[in-house]
């Protein structure tokens, strides 16, 4: 077994593990692989290993690697990274979900081009966890407005909320808040459920606390190639 294959199933071990004590089912959880600066190769190693997601955060990276690997059809990406508008167009020939719909600008991009192709898109509303206004991200207290705003584009599938822990404190902190957002959420839309959260340092925590969907880079890929 090679040393990605061995890192690969060690984290699949590690959630099933954590989700038997927190009684979820493995149903519930999708994986995403973060490929970026990694070669094309790993991202069909992995399919071969059965892994269908990938993320990557930038477009300039991604929009040539998903190319590269077109014809391995069961594969999804997910662009997980703060997107400018003048990518959207690049990204949409690609990506099936957006996880970083982060301010009113990019949601008024996105839904022209998604109407402007004629397809749909899987869209996680970011949250913004610091007291910095700088950072991408909607603040928790503004959710209900701009997810209102998201719901009435008739191209976008709003999924749930996305957020990042903070590395400076015990990240229950914040995965509390982003279950709060999600709950409160699901009253403005009840399919909206998933929550994308927890990245290689801490996705058993964020298990604990709902996520649904798992980032997950360096635990599985190894050291990046910078």
Known sequence: MSALAERYAEVQQRIDSKLRTVG????????????????????????ALGQTDFGENRDQ?????AA??????RAR???????Q??????????ADVLHSLDRDSLLDEVSKQTQRLERKLDVFIQLNLTDDPGRGGIRPSDLEIFAQNVLEQRNLILRGV?????LDRDPKWDFETILEASMRLRELDSGATAISAGMSHDFEVALEFGATHLRIGTAITGNRNL
């Open 24 to 47: 979820r089912s493995r149903s519930e959880v999708t994986l995403v692989v973060i490929s970026k600066n990694h070669p094309s190769d790993l991202v069909r190693d992995l399919y």
């Open 61 to 65: 990276e991604a929009a040539p690697k």
């Open 68 to 73: 590269s690997v077109a014809d391995l059809t």
């Open 77 to 83: 990406w997910h662009f997980v990274g703060q997107l």
């Open 85 to 94: 508008t003048n990518k959207v167009k690049s990204v949409l020939n690609y």
């Open 162 to 166: 996305m957020g990042v822990a903070a």
